[in-house]
């Protein structure tokens, strides 16, 4: 039986462990791979044959088709992997992030400027710390 991970729990995140790092390598290389500016021409001429050319699982290449990054992180894919993705899109760190939190870009930047969002379990550490 694999030991329990502590932070197996944390609402709404995916820890990049070794166990996501293996799930994810093919999809990771992948993305590496865009570094490169031919590599990124055959991506964008057609992506589907450019994923047929990686063992990636199909669940991982319909999720690069349809952009779907935290779909991606699910299935072992690393943000700063990932960034080569949307980065050959045109996109920003901050507009890939805030599509991947359904918010706005605008309002994306406006919350981190504020200090970031709070989990959603906050009342309960509130609760706790008031009796």
């Known amino acids: 039986m694999p030991p329990t991970k502590p932070y197996a729990d944390i609402p709404g995140t995916v820890i990049f462990d070794a166990e996501q790092a293996r799930k994810g390598y093919h999809l990771n290389q992948f993305c590496m791979s865009l570094m490169k500016a031919?590599?990124?021409a055959r991506f964008k001429a057609d992506n589907r044959a450019y994923l047929d050319e990686w063992p990636m699982s199909d669940d991982q290449k319909l999720?690069?088709?349809?952009?779907?990054f935290n779909r991606m992180i699910a299935l072992g894919g690393n943000i700063y992997f990932l960034a080569k993705i949307f980065s050959s899109d045109g996109q920003s760190f901050q507009q890939a992030a805030a599509g991947m939190t359904g918010m706005s870009q605008e309002d994306y930047?406006?919350?981190?400027?504020?200090?970031?969002r709070s989990p959603k379990n906050d009342h309960l550490?509130?609760?706790k710390q008031h009796g």
């Not at 999720?63 to 779907?68: F, K, P």
């Open 109 to 116: 930047a406006a919350m981190m400027l504020a200090g970031g």
């Open 125 to 127: 550490l509130e609760q």
């Open 38 to 40: 031919d590599n990124r």
């Open 63 to 68: 999720a690069v088709l349809a952009r779907d």
